[in-house]
């Protein structure tokens, strides 16, 4: 019989906002499907975990661990990294496309004065 405790109920509310939020992203258009996909990852790994505790036991196992909390440190530092990874992605084509915007309005503003000194 698997014990359910508040650390799994936290795990399932988190996980359905992550799932919530990633959805509402999307809908409002304000993001790719990419955040849409991660978001769906980490929700839906929460949610699995939150419904099957005893998973990480396996995980355990399989990767020669003796303790299922460091199956749980192991897989979260590992998630950690792909979502900083796209993170720091993303970052920097933001700070690419804000460059090429602010040197276009600088060459707009340069023709605009241009235009009104004739």
């Known amino acids: 019989m698997v014990e359910y405790t508040l650390v799994n109920l936290i795990a399932l509310v988190v996980g359905v906002a992550f799932l919530v939020n990633g959805y509402m992203l999307v809908k409002q258009g304000r993001e790719a499907i990419a955040?849409?996909?991660?978001?769906?990852a980490i929700g839906g790994g929460l949610i699995f975990v939150a419904v099957f505790?005893?998973?990480f036991q396996v995980v355990a196992?399989?990767?020669g661990l003796e303790l299922k909390a460091r199956a749980i440190l192991v897989i979260?530092?590992?998630t950690l990294f792909v979502v900083a990874t796209?993170?720091?992605n993303r970052i920097g084509k933001l700070y690419d496309r804000l460059s090429?915007?602010?040197e276009e309005v600088s060459l707009l503003r340069s023709e605009v004065e241009e235009?009104?000194?004739e």
Not at 35 to 40: A, I, R
């Open 86 to 88: 796209y993170l720091f």
């Open 53 to 55: 505790p005893n998973v």
């Open 76 to 78: 979260s530092n590992l």
């Open 61 to 63: 196992t399989v990767l």
């Open 35 to 40: 955040l849409f996909v991660v978001s769906l």
């Open 100 to 102: 090429r915007l602010n």
């Open 115 to 117: 235009l009104r000194d």
